[in-house]
């Protein structure tokens, strides 16, 4: 089992800043690959970013891409620093943990946190 504690959320202006963490527990963090996806208000789950097990493989998805940076540490973290954000990325951003690898399918995530709000005003 991972437990999986995300933080970092809360209200923005457009352009502004902010940087999610999330704290693991549980069984070897090293061993999992790890993603972040959000879920905007009335749409479903979509995916943000996701680094492999060592941190040497990334992807993002195309609305963020070089606004956004996921990075993990050996500490059972992982973090996504959010820059020049718009209104569209207002949502509940959660961490998920994968033994298969840093994917972008839902599907492919065993353990989940219980996400943290963003909002950004326009």
């Known amino acids: 089992q991972v437990q999986l504690v995300e933080s970092g959320g809360g209200l923005v202006q457009a352009g502004g800043s902010l940087r999610l963490s999330c704290a693991a527990s549980g069984r070897t963090f090293s061993g999992y690959a790890m993603g972040w996806f959000r879920q905007p208000p009335g749409k479903e789950r979509e995916f943000v970013a996701a680094i492999s097990r060592s941190g040497g493989i990334t992807s993002y998805a195309d609305s963020v891409k070089g606004r956004f940076i996921i990075s993990r540490d050996n500490a059972k973290n992982m973090y996504l620093q959010m820059n020049s954000l718009k209104p569209e990325d207002t949502a509940t951003y959660y961490c998920?943990?994968?033994?298969?690898?840093?994917?972008?399918?839902?599907?492919?995530?065993?353990?989940w946190g219980q996400g943290t709000q963003v909002t950004v005003s326009s």
């Open positions: 998920a943990a994968s033994r298969q690898g840093p994917g972008s399918s839902l599907r492919g995530y065993e353990y």
